[in-house]
């Protein structure tokens, strides 16, 4: 009777071995599910209405190099894919001729505050080519969509809150962080650009800006949108990784957009 008993026990441990093993395949390990690489592509993508002319903004493996660069600055600084741009300086009939194209997120941003905006900022791959185009600080931007909620300009529910970088620190490599918050300025489009000092023609300071947004004492500003973009001006074609909105590392993968919590 122990015989029969311990021989249908191993029959029952051999047939729920691989079962073991299917549900081992499909759960994370315990290193991967403390793992703060998560799947956040579902929301990004070309904002349409914001795209002019028929620029790239697609996800890719890349770039390596530039031939001959070694070390972390020939690779993306997240995983080994990053979002590349490319626009062009005069290819359509419009005015000015040039492209546009903003890469963004018109679901995860919509209703916080401007003021919540504490940490910003992304890596680049900037070509001496793009440098030749349109000087150094031909640069792609982060946009952020907005109200602006100003007293003064009751009517105005839109803006652009648009970061200008300064120029990359290196060419035909890839950048360390670039931190917008101290780093190049920052501009509001239309008519909140012009009530509150920080247009295009006079940006200002990331901390100016955010002031000048507040200063009125009414309601807050409030964003859109969310987007990394470059036009309408001159010839660009690069790359951005790892852009950053406060905690959130954004990572550029040909697979999609992760999600990685900062350090």
């Known amino acids: 009777m122990k015989t029969r008993i311990g021989a249908r026990r191993l029959v029952i441990a051999l047939l729920a071995t691989p079962l073991v093993a299917l549900v081992a395949a499909v759960t994370p390990s315990s290193a991967s599910a403390g793992d703060d690489h998560r799947d956040g592509s579902a929301h990004w993508g070309v904002i349409t209405r914001n795209t002019i002319g028929s620029p790239v903004a697609a996800l890719r493996t890349g770039p390596f190099g530039s031939f001959g660069v070694t070390g972390p600055a ?18 359509t009939t419009l005015t ?46 982060i946009r952020f969509e907005i109200d602006p909620n100003l007293t003064a300009q009751p009517a105005t529910t839109y803006s652009t809150l648009v970061w200008l970088p300064a120029a990359a620190p ?13 780093t190049g300025t920052w501009f509001l489009t239309g008519a909140a650009g012009t009530a509150t000092g920080c247009a295009l023609a ?42 950053r909105i406060n905690d959130t590392i954004y990572d550029f993968e040909a697979s999609g957009v992760k999600t990685r919590r900062s350090r």
């Open 202 to 243: 006079t940006p200002c300071t990331f901390a100016a800006v955010k002031a000048a947004l507040d200063v009125d004492g009414g309601e807050a500003a409030t964003i859109y949108t969310a987007a990394v973009g470059k036009g309408r001006d001159f010839n660009w074609v690069g790359a951005v990784d790892g852009l």
């Open 170 to 182: 290196v060419t035909n490599r890839w950048s360390g962080y670039l931190d917008a918050t101290t």
């Open 96 to 141: 000015p001729p040039s492209e546009k194209v903003d890469f963004g997120n018109e679901v995860d941003f919509l209703g916080k505050r401007v003021s919540t905006l504490t940490r910003l900022g992304f890596h680049v791959f900037q070509a001496d080519e793009n440098v030749a185009y349109g000087g150094p600080t031909n640069m792609p931007n």
């Open 74 to 91: 020939a690779r993306p600084p997240y995983g080994e894919g990053s979002l590349g741009i490319e626009v062009a300086d005069d290819s």
